[in-house]
C-alpha cells in the first residue's frame, strides 16, 4: 500500500502560481529526502518548549513548521525532539531557523529541513505561537495546508488542490 509522492517540480509544472515555493536555501538534515504531510505551524524566535509537547503528540502524518524569523542563534530541534517526532508519526519538520545533532538527525527516517545549524540550545519559557499563519522565503504557510518537500525545495498548496491525493 505504498503511494508515491509528488516531486515538488512535478507538482509545480502541473499547478503553477496556485502553489507556493519556498525560496530560501533550506538543507536536508532528515534521514528522509521526500516527505509531505498536512502544515502544523509554530512560531518563536528561540524558545522550543513547546515543540517539545508539539512533537510529543500524534503526528499523524502531519509536518511540523518552525518559523524563528530565520534565527539561527539556537537549536529549535535536536536528536531527541525529531526522534519523539517520528516515534509520533510526524513526517517531517521544516525549520526557518538551526537544529543542531546533524548526524544523529541524518540517522533517522523523518524529513527534517533547516536553514543550519548551531549547537546551542535554546530557551524554555514556554513561549511561541501554535496555529498561526507564518511567512518565509516568499511562502505563506497556513494550519491545514499541504506541503510536499523534496530535493529541489518545498512547495505549499491550499488542501483543495489535493496535491497530496484523496
Not at 31 to 56: C, M, P, Q
Not at 92 to 120: C, F, M, Q, W, Y
Request: some cysteine.
Amino acid at each position: 500500500m505504498s503511494t508515491r509522492l509528488p516531486g515538488t517540480s512535478d507538482l509545480y509544472d502541473q499547478h503553477g502560481e496556485a502553489l507556493q515555493s519556498c525560496d530560501l536555501p533550506l538543507r536536508d538534515v532528515g534521514g528522509v529526502r521526500h516527505f509531505a504531510g498536512e502544515v502544523v505551524t509554530f512560531r518563536s524566535r528561540e524558545d522550543n518548549l513547546l515543540v517539545k509537547r508539539i512533537v510529543a503528540e500524534s503526528g499523524r502524518g502531519r509536518v511540523l513548521v518552525i518559523d524563528t524569523e530565520g534565527v539561527t542563534r539556537c537549536a529549535m530541534l535536536g536528536d531527541n525532539m525529531a526522534a519523539a517526532a517520528l516515534e509520533n508519526g510526524w513526517a517531517g519538520i521544516v525549520v526557518n531557523g538551526a537544529v543542531r545533532d546533524l548526524e544523529a538527525l541524518a540517522a533517522l527516517p523523518i524529513g527534517i529541513k533547516a536553514l543550519g545549524s548551531n549547537p546551542r540550545r535554546s530557551r524554555k519559557d514556554g513561549t511561541g505561537e501554535r496555529d498561526v499563519p507564518v511567512a518565509f522565503g516568499g511562502a505563506l504557510f497556513r494550519p491545514g495546508d499541504h506541503l510536499v518537500s523534496d530535493a529541489d525545495g518545498l512547495v505549499v498548496a491550499p488542501p483543495t488542490l489535493g496535491v497530496l491525493g484523496g
